[in-house]
C-alpha cells in the first residue's frame, strides 16, 4: 500500500544533517507544518538538489511518513518559479524578513488551507509587483496576524488616540499599559492596517516611518506570541528599502 503524500509546500528552513542529508522543514498545503528529512542531498548525483530548498520556494513534493518525527521526501519540484526575486535585492531581502517572520509565528503543525492560499499568493504577487512593494513586509506582517487571531481592532480609531500593543486596539492616551505607540505613528499605523496587501497602493510612508513601524509591528508580535524573539533580518531590511 502506498503511503504517499502529494501536497504543495513552501520552504521554511533547511538545516545540514550529517555529511550529505538536509532537514528541511515547510509549510504544506494538505498537512500543514511538517519537517523532512532529504537524504543524499548533497550527492553529486542526488536525485533531490539541495537548491531547491531556498527560503520561500514554492514547491510540490511528494513525501512518505517515517518511524520518526521526521517524514521523508521521495520527490520534490519547483511548482512556481520566481522571476524577479531571485534577481532583486530588495526582493531578496523582503523574501528573508518574511521566511523568518513565518518560521517563528506559525508554530503548530494543523493544516490551514486559507493561511497556505493566502502566503502562496502573497509570494506570486511580490515576485510580479514591479513597484510599491517597499510596504510588502509590512502589509504582510499585518494580513498574517489575522490568519494567527491577534488582528489589530481598527474599530475604536479616532484622531490622535494611540495604538495599544499588548491590548491590540486604539485607545485615548490617558489610561492602558505602557506598550504603546505614540499618536503620530498610530495613524501611520491605522493606515497601515486598512490596507490590503494585494492593492497596490503608496503609502507614502517616509523611510523613518517604516523603519519605526517595523519595529511596531514586530513588537505587537511578541505580545501575541508566546516565545516570539527579536527577528534578525529587521536589520538588513531597515538598511536596503527605501
Known sequence: MDNSDKTRAIVLKAIRYGDNSLIVKM?????????FIVKGAFNKNAKIRTALFQPLTLLEIVSAKSHGDLGYLKEAGIEYAYQDIPININKNAIVLFTCELLSKAIQDSETD????????????HLDNAATNYADFPLKFAIELSRFLGFSPNLSGY?????????EGCFRHEGSGTSYVI???????????CSNNIFEDVFLNF??????????????????HIGGFNDIKSTDILKTILQ
Request: charged share 25%.
Open 206 to 223: 517616509t523611510n523613518t516611518e517604516r523603519r519605526l513601524l517595523l519595529e511596531a509591528v514586530t513588537d505587537y508580535y511578541k505580545m
Open 27 to 35: 509549510l504544506t498545503e494538505q498537512n500543514g507544518l511538517q519537517s
Open 158 to 166: 479616532k484622531h490622535d488616540y494611540i495604538f495599544d500593543l499588548e
Open 113 to 124: 488551507t486559507e493561511l497556505f492560499e493566502f502566503i502562496h499568493h502573497s509570494l506570486m
Open 182 to 192: 505614540d499618536s503620530r505613528l498610530s495613524a501611520s499605523f491605522f493606515k497601515l
